[in-house]
């Protein structure tokens, strides 16, 4: 198993690390690239991961709407929600699907369009700064064992691969939209993370 330990003030993995960072992309993820990004304001400021739950048709998973969405192929006709989403021009860096395998739709130095209006401790604009995760699901059941064991090899290896990033700055759509996003939700396992990363999560989001 990969283990993570901080040493000269970074966070490194103590054994050969699984998902190597290329470019900005993971060697292990399958690439399925979105048009909707763009530049950071600092592309060395990264230092946020968010988490979200997505699922396309909502409540249903494994189907092609998640790629679609993030790609701006979504069929209008093919679901009656879709006729409420196909014109939005979204994406987040990476989808960790129900059985673990990691999509990535943009590269970690580019910003991606998934936190909308958004605030972390005095900052506005989460996507700035931010990298985001999308785990297939609802706010209304639990995630699969797979999919934590994608996302804690995930986080890791960022940690390991971007300076800036912390343990303790991992939240929720929730925790820096709140009252517009709800999402992972109440089912997310938020105990399993800080166990693992030896953190207090979620980060505290929006300032009382």
Not at 159 to 171: D, E, F, G, Q, R
Not at 179 to 193: E, H, I, N, S, Y
């Amino acid at each position: 198993m990969q283990k993570i330990s901080k040493k000269g003030g970074g966070w490194v993995l103590t054994k050969k690390n699984l998902l190597q960072v290329k470019n900005g992309l993971l060697d292990t993820a399958r690439i399925k690239l979105s048009p909707n990004h763009d530049e950071r304001p600092d592309e060395t400021d990264i230092s946020l991961i968010v988490i979200h739950n997505i699922s396309l048709p909502p409540s249903e998973f494994g189907g092609k709407g998640i790629d679609q969405l993030f790609t701006n192929t979504l069929d209008k006709n093919e679901h009656p929600f879709y006729k409420e989403i196909h014109e939005l021009r979204v994406s987040s860096h990476l989808l960790i699907r129900r059985d673990g395998e990691i999509v990535q739709y943009v590269p970690f130095h580019k910003r991606a369009w998934h936190a909308g209006i958004s605030e972390f401790l005095g900052r506005d604009v989460c996507n700035d700064f931010s990298i985001g995760i999308e785990m297939e699901g609802t706010d209304f059941e639990a995630f699969k064992d797979e999919q934590y064991q994608s996302l804690l090899l995930v986080i890791k290896s960022l940690l390991a691969h971007y300076p800036h990033l912390s343990n303790s700055a991992i939240t929720g759509h929730e925790h820096i939209a709140p009252g517009r996003k709800t999402d992972p939700g109440p089912f997310f396992d938020w105990a399993r993370l800080s166990t693992t990363l030896q953190a207090n999560l979620p980060a505290k989001g929006c300032r009382a």
